[in-house]
């Protein structure tokens, strides 16, 4: 493998432009320095947390340490990447009508954007790249064409749509476009007539914070989601209490990664909202919904549980509690591919780099766009090359990756 493609060696180049000793890196970004250094050389991955708190420290954007977006000229992929021209020149000219486009009848708008929607759910991101961007235009001439009474249930449409093309700028790492995009689906989600739909924008926002590495105000937005939502959950009606717990599995993630960032008192916090969640799940009888395309339920907190000891690298935990659920048959794609990434980076935590291995060629299996672009794939890859060089199945599985 090419030294250059780690996280570890991106870390290393920036920081030593920047004229600072791993040791002075490791103090300003609070991370341990033992840790960063077994980062640098390759023989530890890189993980979301240390990426996130090394991005801040060295005040450069997530994807000059992860090497997003991984930019291929060919195949799927190509056409992908193509996409995101055509996303942003839409999301730019969104208050501007396009001569020549006639929005069609309300009835096949929503009907594509549900496809869209069940694309994002089964992680078949060139097929949303492919149409979002057209569909995009042609409703926001429906917007600004229809009678005033008549834009509301258009609003919540055009927001949903932009949620696709949220999908696909966060996942190849143009975060600058995404969170433009974010931007456009909180417009759209203030004029639907619908305020849950500012909650789950605020849901989304929190993503883009903690892949910045700004745990505490991604924690702090959860809270007034919380806050807007509500306490008492024996009043919440099913799409209330989606929002509700989600946003606690959110502040789980973010919590775990600041403890893991160095911030004290934060592991234990990680497991109270856990809790919570679990209990918001089972106030909805035990059964997983998918109120705007949220998928919570029982299946989404034990995967969340598994995705907790991860982030507070502690492999064996996530091992040890990966088994004792079985994912539903309810439970997205896009969240069972990522369930086994991150089984993936618990394997390698607990030096089983077999298992490891096998969880990745699960996760390509159930969803390979969303794999093959993932950063922690590439970087759990690596780790495993770094410990065992030759073997023909992780030879392929880079390859296919575009690892040289």
């Known amino acids: 493998m090419a030294d250059q493609e780690r996280a570890g060696a991106r870390i290393a180049a920036l920081r030593k432009t920047r004229g600072w000793t791993a040791r002075e890196l490791a103090r300003h970004a609070s991370v341990s320095y033992s840790l960063l250094a077994k980062v640098e050389s390759g023989a530890a991955p890189a993980s979301p947390a240390l990426i996130g708190a090394v991005a801040r420290a ?13 930019l291929e000229s060919r ?4 056409r992908l990447h193509d996409s ?14 396009e001569d020549g486009i006639v929005p069609r009848p309300f009835a096949e708008l929503a009907a594509d954007v549900k496809r869209i929607s069940d694309f994002g759910q089964v992680a078949k991101y060139v097929q949303i790249g492919t149409e979002v961007p057209g569909l995009l235009d042609e409703l926001a001439i429906a917007v600004h064409s229809a009678p005033e009474d008549e834009r509301p249930p258009l609003f919540a449409l055009l927001a949903e749509a932009y949620s696709g093309a949220s999908v696909i700028t966060g996942q190849l790492g143009y975060l600058d476009l995404r969170n433009q995009v974010v931007e456009r689906i909180r417009w759209a989600s ?6 849950l739909r500012i909650q789950r924008v605020r849901w989304q926002r929190a993503w883009s914070l903690m892949s910045l590495g700004a745990y505490t105000q991604g924690l702090t937005l959860m809270e007034q989601v919380r806050a807007d939502l509500g306490d008492d959950i024996t009043a919440m009606n099913g799409p209330t209490l989606s929002l509700y717990g989600s946003s606690h599995l959110r502040s789980a993630i973010l ?3 600041a403890a893991t960032a160095g911030a004290p008192g934060y592991a234990q916090d990680a497991w109270v909202h856990i809790e919570a969640a679990h ?7 035990g059964r997983d919904r998918n109120d705007y395309g949220l998928a919570f339920g029982p299946s989404n907190v034990a995967q969340h549980a598994v995705a907790v000891a991860v982030e507070l690298e502690d492999g064996p ?3 040890r509690r990966s088994r004792t659920f079985r994912l539903a048959a309810s439970v997205p794609s896009v969240r069972r591919g990522h369930h086994y990434i991150d089984l993936a980076r618990a394997h390698v935590m607990a030096g089983d780099n077999e298992g490891a291995l096998r969880c990745l060629q699960e996760a390509r299996r159930i969803t390979p766009q969303q794999t093959r672009h993932h950063p922690m794939v590439r970087e759990t890859v690596l780790s495993i090359a770094a410990a065992r060089r030759g073997r023909e199945e992780l030879s392929l599985f880079a390859s296919w990756l575009g690892l040289s």
């Open 58 to 70: 060295l005040r450069v954007d997530v994807p000059r340490i992860t090497g997003q977006p991984y």
């Open 75 to 78: 195949g799927q992929a190509g």
């Open 84 to 97: 995101v021209n055509a996303i942003r020149r839409s999301v730019d000219t969104y208050d501007l009508a």
């Open 190 to 195: 203030e004029l639907c007539g619908d305020p």
């Open 255 to 257: 919590t775990a990664r």
């Open 279 to 285: 209990e918001a799940a089972d106030r909805m009888g």
């Open 317 to 319: 935990e996530a091992i």
